[in-house]
């Protein structure tokens, strides 16, 4: 309903306003001149979306063959994961969201060879192109028992958990 949506675009302007960490174009991609690190022309900018973007992740290595020099940029935003390809004219291109997880841990983003690995609610996500799957879903229903580990109680001691606090996870 239009009071639902409208209940939205408040919310997300509150959150905006105590977000000490936003910027004006906090959905925008900036992209400096080439060979000018101090110049970003308009041009070289992308929208992604309305969502608010809160990392960047790089896939370093090509897609599909063929595509030397055109791995994405992934954004990660409060609206999901956007892929950013590189256009014609060399600057970003973003065109429509990869999928609506929401990444739960910027920090937690971790590049590996040719893909990028994030956490959601849901479990962990592997993100290879504008594919994406939940690499945690074959864990649901496998209990682990970390206090089985061979060092566990050492880990726990540096972290000052209760033992009782991380048993199964």
């Known amino acids: 309903s239009s009071e639902e949506e409208w209940n939205n675009i408040v919310s997300?302007?509150?959150?905006?306003?105590?977000n000490t960490h936003a910027l004006p174009y906090s959905s925008v991609v900036k992209v400096s001149e080439a060979e000018n690190p101090l110049v970003f022309p308009a041009?070289?900018?992308?929208?992604?979306?309305?969502?608010?973007i809160s990392a960047l992740a790089a896939n370093t290595r090509?897609?599909?063959?063929g595509q030397?020099?055109?791995?994405?940029?992934?954004?990660?935003?409060?609206e999901g994961v956007w892929v950013l390809m590189l256009g014609e004219e060399g600057t970003y291109v973003a065109r429509q969201p990869a999928n609506r997880e929401i990444c739960s841990n910027p920090n937690g983003i971790?590049?590996?060879?040719?893909?990028?690995?994030?956490?959601?609610?849901?479990?962990?996500?592997?993100?290879?192109?504008?594919?994406?799957i939940c690499i945690t879903d074959q864990l649901d229903g496998c209990p682990f028992n970390f206090m089985e580990m061979k060092y566990a109680k050492q880990i726990i001691a540096t972290n000052q958990t209760g033992?009782?606090?991380?048993?199964?996870?």
């Not at 997300?12 to 105590?18: A, F, L, Q, W």
């Not at 033992?163 to 996870?169: A, K, N």
């Open 12 to 18: 997300k302007y509150e959150n905006y306003k105590t």
């Open 62 to 65: 090509p897609i599909s063959e």
């Open 110 to 132: 971790l590049q590996i060879d040719d893909a990028v690995l994030y956490p959601t609610n849901r479990g962990i996500m592997m993100q290879q192109g504008r594919n994406s």
């Open 43 to 52: 041009k070289n900018s992308v929208q992604v979306g309305s969502s608010v």
């Open 163 to 169: 033992s009782g606090e991380i048993s199964y996870i």
């Open 68 to 78: 030397f020099g055109e791995a994405p940029l992934y954004a990660f935003t409060d």
